[in-house]
């Protein structure tokens, strides 16, 4: 089974900075895709940036030029620089990991980490 366990969320003012990070462990073959997700209260869970092997990216609207996402591949980690905040990122934080385990493929995801940011 593949371990996910996030860290790095907490409280900042609006225009502030966090860097949340993400290790996955376990008996892990390959990991292909990883990504950071949030969900608001009430609202559904979205994505918010991918990130390939490859090092391909991909941002939701509501975040491009502000946050940025890259991953270490020999930590099997994945980060999230999030710039500028504001109060609508308010929301729990999730890493998702999706690859290759012994023989099968996996899809995991974290706990959360919450993010709050005060107006």
């Known amino acids: 089974q593949v371990q996910l366990v996030e860290s790095g969320g907490g409280l900042v003012q609006t225009g502030g900075s966090l860097r949340l990070s993400c290790a996955a462990s376990?008996?892990?073959?390959?990991?292909?895709?990883m990504g950071w997700y949030r969900q608001a209260p009430g609202k559904q869970r979205d994505v918010v940036a991918t990130i390939t092997s490859f090092g391909y990216t991909d941002y939701a609207d509501s975040v491009k030029g502000r946050f940025t996402i890259s991953r270490d591949n020999a930590k099997n980690t994945v980060y999230l620089q999030m710039n500028s905040l504001k109060p609508e990122d308010t929301a729990v934080y999730y890493c998702k990991a999706e690859g290759v385990q012994r023989l099968s493929y996996f899809a995991s995801w974290g706990q959360g980490t919450q993010v709050t940011v005060s107006s």
């Open positions: 376990g008996s892990i073959a390959s990991i292909n895709d």
